[in-house]
């Protein structure tokens, strides 16, 4: 195990060795790393804080019940003993005086509203059903609707399922952009590190001959992988980071203008070790494509 460890610490060190030798070439092949992870990584966030702004807004369907101006007291208590059903979870009574006032001050009527000989609004009952499931909402609608003095009823949930059906579209987006450039991560960190493992041709026939295994001589440079996928890791939280500043200003700037107080959220911890660790995963798994491949070719030139 002691043997092992040491072995390990070799590798480590002689990696950082490399890097340290090759601070530049690995600068930029972080950069290339972090900018490439940025997009996907950044799509992500912006998808969670359109999800938060929309969960602050009321998500839930509601059922505009209208009644007929002529339904009798009768019909009207038959309606609200409906309305008390356990498939109903809220309820309340607008009365069409109330109505009208509300669509007055909105759209400011008052001119048009004065002419006229009376109130052409009808009373509604704004009905949230327990179920948000499509085929529930429908069901208690057409329920409501043949009730008697019930006029009309309209379904207030095609909005949230544009909504939900434009964040599913996104979030597919992103898992799309993330494989995509998972495979470029490894494309770059294998090309830097068949370049090293080619510049050594002669160190490592020199260490076969003295009875280097292959594990032996690609351990230094799987960690060299993994630390280059690590700095890429850490340059996208870096883009992320200028990004999310740059922007903070205009949209709190925007979403005081309709009132809100949301505030852009930036990465979280799993989001932050995600990103750290998947790219020093993909940072190792190019390595041991490039070393793999590149040992090959120095035995077969032998």
Same mark, same amino acid.
């Given at each position: 195990?002691?043997?092992?460890?040491?072995?390990?610490?070799?590798?480590?060190?002689?990696?950082?060795?490399?890097?340290?030798?090759?601070?530049?070439?690995?600068?930029?092949?972080?950069?290339?790393?972090?900018?490439?992870?940025?997009?996907?990584?950044?799509?992500?966030?912006?998808?969670?804080?359109? !999800?938060?702004? #929309?969960?602050? %807004?009321?998500? /839930?369907? =509601? @059922?505009? &019940?209208?009644?007929?101006? $002529? +339904?009798?007291?009768?019909?009207?208590?038959?309606?609200?003993?409906?309305?008390?059903?356990?498939?109903?979870?809220?309820?309340?009574?607008?009365?069409?005086?109330?109505?009208?006032?509300?669509?007055?001050?909105?759209?400011?009527?008052?001119?048009?509203?004065?002419?006229?000989?009376?109130?052409?609004?009808?009373?509604?009952?704004?009905?949230?059903?327990?179920?948000?499931?499509?085929?529930?909402?429908?069901?208690?609608?057409?329920?409501?609707?043949?009730?008697?003095?019930?006029?009309?009823?309209?379904?207030?949930?095609?909005?949230?399922?544009?909504?939900?059906?434009?964040?599913?579209?996104?979030?597919?987006?992103?898992?799309?952009?993330?494989?995509?450039?998972?495979?470029?991560?490894?494309?770059?960190?294998?090309? !830097?590190?068949? #370049?090293?493992? %080619?510049?050594? /041709?002669? =160190? @490592?026939? &020199?260490?076969?001959?003295? $009875? +280097?295994?292959?594990?032996?001589?690609?351990?230094?440079?799987?960690?060299?992988?993994?630390?280059?996928?690590?700095?890429?890791?850490?340059?996208?939280?870096?883009?992320?980071?200028?990004?999310?500043?740059?922007?903070?200003?205009?949209?709190?700037?925007?979403?005081?203008?309709?009132?809100?107080?949301?505030?852009?959220?930036?990465?979280?911890?799993?989001?932050?070790?995600?990103?750290?660790?998947?790219?020093?995963?993909?940072?190792?798994?190019?390595?041991?494509?490039?070393?793999?491949?590149?040992?090959?070719?120095?035995?077969?030139?032998?």
């Amino acid at each position: 195990m002691m043997a092992w460890l040491r072995h390990q610490k070799h590798a480590l060190g002689a990696a950082l060795g490399r890097l340290r030798a090759q601070w530049l070439g690995t600068l930029l092949t972080a950069l290339a790393m972090g900018v490439a992870i940025s997009l996907p990584a950044g799509l992500y966030l912006a998808l969670d804080n359109l !999800a938060r702004v #929309a969960g602050d %807004l009321s998500a /839930r369907p =509601e @059922i505009s &019940v209208f009644l007929d101006a $002529g +339904a009798s007291a009768a019909q009207k208590q038959a309606i609200v003993a409906r309305l008390r059903q356990a498939d109903i979870a809220k309820a309340h009574f607008v009365p069409k005086d109330r109505a009208l006032d509300a669509l007055i001050a909105a759209q400011g009527l008052t001119d048009i509203a004065a002419g006229l000989p009376d109130n052409p609004l009808p009373d509604a009952w704004i009905v949230q059903p327990k179920s948000t499931a499509h085929d529930d909402l429908v069901r208690v609608a057409d329920e409501l609707g043949k009730l008697p003095g019930v006029a009309e009823t309209h379904l207030d949930s095609v909005w949230a399922e544009r909504l939900q059906a434009a964040l599913d579209a996104g979030r597919t987006l992103v898992w799309l952009l993330a494989a995509l450039f998972a495979v470029a991560l490894v494309a770059i960190s294998g090309n !830097a590190i068949r #370049a090293q493992v %080619l510049a050594r /041709r002669d =160190e @490592i026939q &020199v260490s076969r001959l003295i $009875g +280097a295994t292959d594990r032996y001589i690609r351990r230094p440079f799987l960690y060299l992988g993994a630390l280059q996928g690590l700095f890429g890791g850490l340059a996208a939280l870096g883009v992320l980071g200028v990004a999310g500043a740059l922007l903070r200003g205009p949209i709190d700037r925007l979403a005081s203008l309709y009132g809100s107080g949301f505030q852009l959220a930036p990465p979280g911890g799993v989001e932050i070790a995600a990103v750290l660790g998947l790219t020093t995963l993909f940072g190792w798994v190019g390595a041991w494509l490039a070393v793999t491949r590149a040992l090959r070719q120095v035995e077969s030139a032998r």
